[in-house]
């Protein structure tokens, strides 16, 4: 079983420019969350997606915006990159289940952005 | 305020030793709760997870969680210097739709256990 995977691991950018980051989530999984973790803080729910639709979102701004394939990947666009942006960007998966005592979330190793 | 506590530590202690782990939180909407660990530059990884009120043992770890006080604890025994990461809270709402099942997480406490 392939756990949760996530690409680039670094990734360095300047502000204004926007990026893509990927996440290929656990098999059997259709539903993909993303967080961004700031240093030293707990990570923050960015959006949910489950069978490529939006599922939920944090209180992120429209500028982050995603997109899910029916092979259950997952990306991460950030346009109009700011310095507050730079963060470690987590993709987790959950297998969906409708028994919500079961849907547990299983993190990928992050995707550490830089903005300058 | 935020919707979970959690002291950020550093928190040293000697191998060997019980250490104890605590997050507080004011949702009481909050009804699953979990506890992952996070290497330096990793991933969170799932430890502990449990929904009801009570204790859950696996191994050297015993998740606590009391929901009439909003309280919810870790307990390493035994510990390890490979032990030595942050520990992060997480919770979230019950619910049968996906979209309600985020986690909120605490900031994370970051134990050093010492060889």
């Known amino acids: 079983e392939t756990g949760v995977t996530q690409s680039p691991t670094h990734l360095i950018k300047t502000r204004g420019q926007q990026v893509t980051l990927r996440c290929s989530s656990q098999?059997?999984?259709?539903?993909v969350s993303w967080y961004q973790q700031a240093l030293g803080q707990g990570p923050q729910f960015i959006f949910q997606?489950?069978?490529?639709?939006?599922?939920g979102r944090g209180n992120f701004p429209p500028r982050f915006s995603g997109l899910q394939f029916p092979n259950y990947s997952s990306e991460l666009n950030v346009n109009a990159l700011e310095l507050d942006d730079s963060a470690l960007y987590l993709c987790?998966?959950?297998?969906?289940?409708?028994?919500?005592?079961?849907?547990?979330?299983?993190f990928g190793p992050g995707t550490r952005l830089t903005v300058l | 305020q935020k919707e979970v506590e959690q002291d950020p530590g550093p928190l040293s202690v000697p191998e060997g030793a019980i250490v104890s782990l605590n997050c507080t939180y004011s949702?009481?909407?909050?009804?699953?709760f979990m506890w992952y660990r996070q290497y330096s530059r990793k991933g969170p990884e799932l430890l502990m997870y449990t929904y009801s009120s009570g204790n859950k043992e696996d191994g050297r770890f015993t998740a606590q969680v009391d929901k009439s006080s909003k309280y919810i604890s870790l307990f390493i025994r035994d510990s390890q210097p490979s032990d030595s990461a942050t520990y992060l809270c997480?919770?979230?709402?019950?619910?049968?739709?996906?979209?309600?099942?985020?986690?909120?997480f605490g900031s994370g406490t970051r134990l050093q256990v010492q060889p």
């Open positions: 987790a998966s959950s297998p969906g289940l409708a028994g919500p005592s079961t849907d547990t979330q299983y």
């Open positions: 997480a919770m979230r709402v019950a619910g049968s739709h996906t979209g309600r099942r985020a986690l909120t």
């Open positions: 997606y489950y069978r490529e639709e939006e599922n």
């Open positions: 949702n009481s909407a909050f009804q699953y």
């Open positions: 098999s059997g999984h259709n539903t």
